[in-house]
């Protein structure tokens, strides 16, 4: 049985989805990060010479895809979660320190994330004055980065944006919308400075 029918099947089974959630992402504790790397390499793809850090902390559960491509890094203390929606991540693409991902993102080749971003496709919803914000759910909008892009430290990168070919991203900016190829963005809300 290949992977998506495994991903086909546990979609169809909550209960089993439910059980899968508590074994790998324990909402209470972190598993020891032994019993995820003893699990991991039955569902994760890893490109040739792909490395992730021993203290990354992945929350990969085998229903939505992982994928980090060839000569790529995930750096120590990075977060990535796929709960909700796959992580693709390309070639030579290097995921930095502290970094979190939530998926659904596709990051593409050459991409270089600094220290302490955050690319995230999830937001909580919060519109019923009458219900607690976490009984609400979430909403996913997918985001992309293209090939060849460089986000500085610290930056954020929103729900439903795109980041075109050969973007600069400057630190501490905030991207809450498509970034055009060839552009450097910077500010809060991130603004195009100047084609490059």
């Known amino acids: 049985m290949d992977n998506e029918n ?9 209960k089993l989805k439910k059980l899968i959630d508590w ?16 699990l991991a390499p ?13 203290s990354a902390r992945m929350d990969t559960p085998p229903y939505r895809k992982f994928s980090l491509g060839d000569y790529s890094v995930i750096e120590s203390f990075a977060c990535i979660n796929n709960a909700v929606g796959d992580v693709q991540i390309g070639n030579h693409t290097r995921i930095g320190l502290h970094n979190t991902v939530i998926g659904p993102v596709k990051i593409g080749n050459h991409v270089n994330l600094a220290q302490g971003i955050t690319v995230t496709a999830l937001n909580h919803n919060f519109t019923d004055s009458n219900k607690r914000i976490d ?17 500085g430290a610290n930056a954020v990168i929103l729900p439903g944006v795109t980041i075109g070919n050969h973007c600069v991203v400057a630190a501490g900016a905030v991207v809450t919308k498509d970034v055009p190829p060839h552009s450097l963005v910077a500010g809060v ?8």
């Open 6 to 14: 495994v991903r086909a099947r546990l979609d169809n089974c909550p």
């Open 23 to 38: 074994v790998i992402m324990n909402q209470v504790q972190t598993r020891p990060r032994w019993f995820i790397r003893l």
């Open 42 to 54: 039955l569902y994760q793809h890893r490109g040739k010479h792909a490395v992730i850090h021993k």
């Open 135 to 151: 009984e609400q759910g979430i909403s996913t909008n997918a985001v992309s980065i293209e090939d060849d892009v460089w986000i």
């Open 189 to 196: 809300p991130a603004k195009v400075i100047k084609q490059i």
